[in-house]
């Protein structure tokens, strides 16, 4: 993730509503697509503190009921949307009067944003396509709430953003990670199957992947929860869950995918180290030095690798089947 400047030359990180130097408020600009300082509107609203665009519009209300979310809104005279273009996509939320629940979605709320962010920047549109991209963020009652995609609805259990409840989960399921990031980038691996894949590429993907009507999805869902990964997953697969199904495979391949396109865009962002990053080719030789490097940075301080995955043979030509989508659509 890239940093912006202030109208006082300091940083401004992804998430802040406010310069930590000089105090002035600041927000995601749909216009200039960076994060700027605001000036009062004329008659309401904020406006783009930057000379070349100075257009005004209205803080998204989650932002102003919440401290949720730092993008703006179009002004609309009619007042029907006063929740920005992401925040609009969650069309169901918790009980926010369950004590802990606004904390735990906006844990989500913010991951989600992020990872939009960095998906719409790579190329990966995330609006104007079918099916139509929609989250529901959604706690147990009465029937546990499934972490899941169907149809362009990608469900996740509010669960998941308590750090104590995932790291549970994490090391029961034998996992390497387990993060909010994580889990959206892999949903929307199988959101975008459904929108870029699904009878457009079957061909390819089946030679990549396997057949995913054989076997089908719950078939393969009961023989992996009762048998485990095959003893020799590593070989073939990005991880352990990959193995169970090509829909996950790919959308664990994705999720692993745009790791490393943010990891790496990051990296260079910030000067550790210069990396061509045009190319397949290039994307793959500056993961192989920045993830070492990553990693060895997180066992200095005692925690979990950065980059866990490693990119066996088997593995390289399908991250590259996922580039070639990007590259379709860019």
């Not at 953003?161 to 959206?184: C, K, M, W, Y």
């Not at 894949?197 to 869902?221: I, W």
């Not at 169970?244 to 994705?254: L, Q, R």
């Amino acid at each position: 993730m890239k940093t912006y400047l202030c109208q006082c030359g300091s940083k401004l990180f992804f998430h802040n509503d406010r310069c930590l130097n000089c105090g002035a408020s600041v927000a995601m600009c749909p216009s200039c697509d960076e994060l700027t300082a605001l000036d009062a509107g004329s008659t309401y609203g904020v406006q783009c503190n930057r000379d070349s665009c100075t257009t005004t519009y209205l803080r998204c209300k989650n932002g102003v009921d919440h401290g949720i979310c730092n993008r703006l809104v179009p002004t609309d005279p009619s007042g029907a949307s006063q929740l920005c273009d992401y925040c609009r996509l969650t069309t169901v939320l918790p009980d926010l009067t369950v004590p802990g629940n606004i904390e735990l979605w906006k844990r989500l709320e913010r991951a989600k944003q992020r990872v939009l962010y960095a998906m719409e920047r790579s190329g990966f549109p995330v609006e104007g396509g079918a099916p139509r991209l929609s989250f529901e963020f959604k706690a147990d009652t009465n029937l546990p709430v499934m972490t899941g995609h169907e149809d362009g609805r990608i469900t996740v259990n509010i669960r998941e953003a308590d750090s104590v409840a995932r790291e549970i989960a994490r090391v029961n399921f034998g996992e390497p990670q387990r993060t909010l990031v994580g889990h959206l980038r892999h949903e929307l691996g199988h959101y975008f199957w459904d929108r870029l894949v699904r009878g457009q590429r079957n061909k390819e993907f089946h030679a990549l992947f396997g057949d995913e009507t054989n076997p089908d999805y719950s078939t393969a869902m009961q023989r992996y929860y009762d048998q485990g990964a095959p003893s020799n997953w590593r070989t073939e697969f990005v991880s352990a869950y990959a193995s169970m199904h090509p829909w996950e495979d790919f959308a664990e391949t994705f999720g692993a995918y745009h790791d490393m396109l943010t990891v790496l865009a990051t990296a260079n962002h910030f000067g550790v180290t210069n990396l061509e990053l045009d190319t397949f080719d290039g994307l793959i030789r500056g993961y192989a030095r920045v993830g070492v490097m990553a990693n060895e940075f997180n066992r200095d301080m005692g925690l979990l690798d950065l980059v866990p995955e490693v990119f066996v043979p088997a593995v390289v030509p399908k991250l590259q089947f996922v580039h070639s989508l990007r590259v379709d659509l860019v």
